[in-house]
């Protein structure tokens, strides 16, 4: 078997010792020019002129190019069409690039783009900046969304008006930065004609081969875009890798010389979205056991100054409320505000988390309200496994093991002892507060957009028997390639070594969609068996032809093939194969089986499975400084039937501190009057460190496979373990609880800085 078992990461050694190659790290070619962005000094008005000639004086400048040097079209724009590369006048956001510097160095470029401040003519209008504000104007960048499941017409109101109690609130959760390691980088070369080839960090090579056709005005041919590997998406390189890879190719165009753009670590946190900040209001009807009887919810999202992926984030907000939990009336709207701030993108989680953590809120208020433990709130309210089990979308929920896991959970880590022992630490402890909780995770598994659910790969078998692997997925450190490796050595049952996955190459496979939505290994993997298995059906086919006996009898295992009572090497049925000229290269090609979505409606089947999830987080917080420390985290977590253990694990423990980061830590603040960034750097910006890990943090896998025919029967890791974490704020409000009269609320915003920590404590101390 190749599968199932723990391989280190294709290119650990080369990451551990320096020599993994990121794009910067390419020999330039001679005569290469540095870009540096001129940024908007505002965040709403107008450009009314730009003194470029200044720009120009600057030493080591070769060009100046603005949005009329652009020769197709000025727009950068992933869904929708409304997102100009440069500025075309009105200024969107303080930081919106208004012109590009060719420079020979990076530091001569970055000068010179630093005037932009100095040069630029602009005419000042009053910027919207949080969500509520474009809500109160009714200004979006898309319309709104009604997700609305009901027993009958009205079913909701009436429910929630007659339930023995309610709950209503408001509620806030703030953004989150990528912050991959590598920042955003493109390297354009022009070629021959009108060929472009363009070395870009992106998820997405597809969408930058399409976009940057457009700025040129060429065809998707002219345009040839590679990826090895990225130093992190995160999704933050699903859409907005385009503006400098646009940018980088007109450059080289125009100028038709080689051009470098990466961006400095402050220009990417003024230039590019995050994850969404959600504002939201509710009003929940319950009954005495806690079991939601009717839901109604309203979120709002900032989406910045244009639609990127914030309509399909929202709809993936709007999928995520229910999390694990059956709500037989549900209404539900969405809002993406349109503001003078970056535009919103993807990460991790895609709007999933911003739509899941309400409820759990709303779960654990639930239980402060009649005083039980929030477990059995939560579990009174998950779905079931015969009734019970239909979403709010319409989709049965119909591989349901959120109660076996959960039990599971809850007894290896000992939850109600601990949450016991934390009570009467508390009762005697008044300055330090012990908090726990435990949280389910469930997560819907496909893009939400249908068509993006197919992929593609090519695998070629050379006639020395070493393989080589090219499919549609990129890999960004999440060990991808390492699993569809795995997946062509155990199809052709050859030794992982034989196996290479070169980069992302749209030359070599044509209309790949985003490496997102944790889809990675789901769509590339059963591509790259489809096209591996072919391989092999025709060598067994030529082996029985000349070897005797049946096709369907060649066996391929451990580097050799049986055939006829013969043992051949790998090595010499190929060799053999060749020689009797069959084809030992092929393409595959997979979609994703049943999904259906109406998205006028908002129903459907949006999802091919589900994967599940439960974390128990233990904190201690100090109640005079507001500081809170992880003190223990047990994770299950599932996996169906792991492709790699090693990989998956890592997985599960790097979105776990991801998600806290976001949860604890990672505040973006904006100035309310300018709409400057504060927060751009990490002088400013607080992620998480080693430090912040866990003295204890048990991850195991929950053991079952997929009941979906997913390849070998895994399924996808890489955004939902990013939920679990929601165990870690919880077990803060139940230490700041603890501060305060029994069946109090606290009043905790997320994130849960020291900060917001302490003022939930005054709230409560205070009896607020
Ligand atoms: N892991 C690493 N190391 N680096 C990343 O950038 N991105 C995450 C996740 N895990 C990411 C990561 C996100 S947002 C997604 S959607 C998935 O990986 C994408 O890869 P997959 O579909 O192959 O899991
Ligand atoms: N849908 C989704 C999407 O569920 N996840 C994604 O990453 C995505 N990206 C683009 C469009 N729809
Ligand atoms: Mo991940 S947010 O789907 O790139």
Known sequence: RRVGISRTHESAALHVAGEAAYIDDMPELAGTLHCALGLAPIAHGRLLGLDLDAVRAMPDVVAVLTAADIP????????IHDDPILCDGEIRYLGQPLFAVLARTRQAARRAAALAKKIASVEAAEPVLTPQQAHARGQYVVPPMKLTRETQAGATTQAIESAPHRLQGQWEVGGQEQFYLEGQISYAIPKEGQAMHVYCSTQHPSEMQHLVAHALGVHAHDV???CRRMGGGFGGKESQ??????????A???????VKLRLDRDDDFMITGRRHCFW???????DDAGRIVGAEVTMVSRAGHSADLSAPVMTRALCHFDNAYWLPNVRMQGFMGKTNTQSNTAFRGFGGPQGAIVMENIMDSIARQLGKDPLDVRRANFYGKTEHNVTPYGQVVDDNIIDELV???????????????AAAFNAQSPVLKRGIALTPVKFGISFNVKHFNQAGALVHVYNDGSILVNHGGTEMGQGLNTKVAQVVAHELGVAFERVRVTATDTTKVANTSATAASTGTDLNGKAAQDAARQIRERLAASMAARHGGAAEAVRFANDTVQVNGKTLAFEEVVKEAYLERVQLWSDGFYATPGLSWDSKTMHGRPFFYFAYGAAVSEVLVDTLTGESKLLRADVLHDVGQSLNPAVDIGQVEGAFVQGMGWLTMEELVWHPKTGALMTHAPSTYKIPTANDCPPVLNVQLFEGANPHDTIHRSKAVGEPPLLLPFSVFFAIRDAVAACGAPGNCPPLRAPATAEAVLNAIENVQQGV
Do not use: K, M, W
């Open 72 to 79: 197709g079209v000025n727009d950068c724009g992933s869904i």
């Open 224 to 226: 040839h875009v590679e």
């Open 241 to 250: 890798s385009a503006l400098f890879a646009c940018v980088a190719a007109v």
């Open 252 to 258: 080289a165009r125009r100028l038709g010389r080689p």
């Open 280 to 286: 939201y209001e509710y009003d929940i009807g319950f």
């Open 407 to 421: 039990t599971q959970l809850e007894a290896r880590s000992d939850y109600r002892a601990r949450r016991a022992e």
